[in-house]
C-alpha cells in the first residue's frame, strides 16, 4: 500500500532545502567579517557557480579583469581604488576588488566589469539563482607593502587599524 504524503509537507521540505543551499553559497559580508590582518593577495575574481555557456563569458571577463589589475602596485593609498565586481541576483555587486590607478586603465576595467555583472546577472536569471538580497558594502582600498589591498573593516563597519 502506497502512503500519501501530503503537500503542505513536500512544500516545507522544499523551503527548507531552497534556504539550506541559498545560506550555504552565500558570501559573508565584508562589514561583519572577523579582523583579519590584511595581507597583499593576488586579486581573484569572485567564485559564482554558473551554467556552462553564459558562464563562461564572466569566467573570461573575470580573467581579464584580473589580468589588467596585474599586481595593483602602489606607491601611495591616492593610487589605490575599488571595482565592484560580479552580479547578486538581488542586484549589486558580489563583491570588491582592489586595483592601482599606477598601473590599471579605469575606464577598461569599469567597461570590463560592467559587461561581467550583465553575463552573470543573464546566468543569475536563467538558472533560477537565489541570493540572500544582502548588500555588499565597498570597504575602500589601500595600500599596503606596495600593493592595493581592500581595508579591512571590524564590527559596525568602522575601518580596522
Known amino acids: 500500500m502506497k ?3 501530503p503537500s503542505s509537507f513536500l512544500r516545507l521540505c522544499f523551503a527548507a532545502a531552497l534556504i539550506a543551499a541559498g545560506t550555504a553559497c552565500s558570501e559573508p559580508s565584508n562589514t561583519s567579517a572577523a579582523a583579519t590582518p590584511a595581507t597583499p593577495a593576488a586579486p581573484a575574481a569572485p567564485a559564482t557557480p554558473a551554467p556552462a555557456a553564459a558562464g563562461d563569458a564572466a569566467s573570461s571577463l573575470g580573467a581579464r579583469i584580473t589580468a589588467e589589475i596585474g599586481d595593483a602596485a602602489c606607491d601611495n593609498a591616492s593610487q589605490c581604488r575599488t571595482l565592484p565586481v560580479g552580479s547578486k541576483a538581488c542586484g ?25 555583472a550583465a553575463a552573470e546577472k543573464k ?5 533560477g539563482m ?15 607593502a606596495g600593493r592595493c589591498v581592500l581595508q579591512q573593516r571590524s564590527l559596525g563597519g568602522v575601518d580596522a587599524r
Open 3 to 5: 502512503k500519501h504524503i
Open 123 to 127: 546566468v543569475n536569471e536563467k538558472s
Open 130 to 144: 537565489m541570493s540572500t538580497c544582502s548588500v555588499e558594502q565597498d570597504p575602500g582600498a589601500t595600500c599596503s
Open 92 to 116: 549589486g555587486p558580489a563583491g570588491f576588488l582592489p586595483w592601482s590607478t599606477k598601473r590599471s586603465n579605469g575606464e577598461l576595467l569599469a567597461r570590463l566589469a560592467a559587461e561581467q
